[in-house]
């Protein structure tokens, strides 16, 4: 059974950096692609990025691109999202969530993490 478990979100100030976790307790094909949406109040959630287990290529979305870079570690069934120079328009919940094939449509991933609060102060 797939879950994902979301870790490291928190208040940062405009310029910094922090690191989201997220651990996938029942890795398999069904989640070769995992990534990072997120929402802000009163908008849609979207894209952030996405890497492919399999192939090790990622995918960005273009106002984070140059800022965040994401990772995976498979010893640990783990994808990191390492953001830099922060900015107070990133300000949001961030899910991780996974499905077999790539997309940047959060309707047709399959797995959710439960969310963790990003917020940039400026």
């Known amino acids: 059974q797939v879950q994902l478990v979301e870790s490291g979100g928190g208040l940062v100030q405009a310029g910094g950096s922090l690191r989201l976790s997220c651990a996938n307790s029942?890795?398999?094909?069904?989640?070769?692609?995992m990534g990072w949406f997120r929402q802000a109040p009163g908008l849609e959630r979207e894209f952030v990025a996405v890497?492919?287990?399999?192939?090790?290529?990622?995918y960005y979305a273009d106002s984070v691109k140059g800022r965040f870079t994401i990772s995976r570690d498979g010893a640990k069934n783990t994808v990191y999202l390492q953001m830099n120079s922060l900015k107070p328009e990133d300000t949001a919940v961030y899910y991780c969530?996974?499905?077999?094939?790539?997309?940047?449509?959060?309707?047709?991933?399959?797995?959710w993490g439960q969310g963790t609060q990003v917020t940039v102060s400026s």
């Open positions: 890497v492919s287990w399999s192939t090790g290529r990622t």
């Open positions: 029942g890795r398999t094909l069904s989640t070769d692609y």
């Open positions: 969530a996974a499905r077999r094939f790539y997309s940047s449509r959060p309707d047709e991933y399959d797995y």
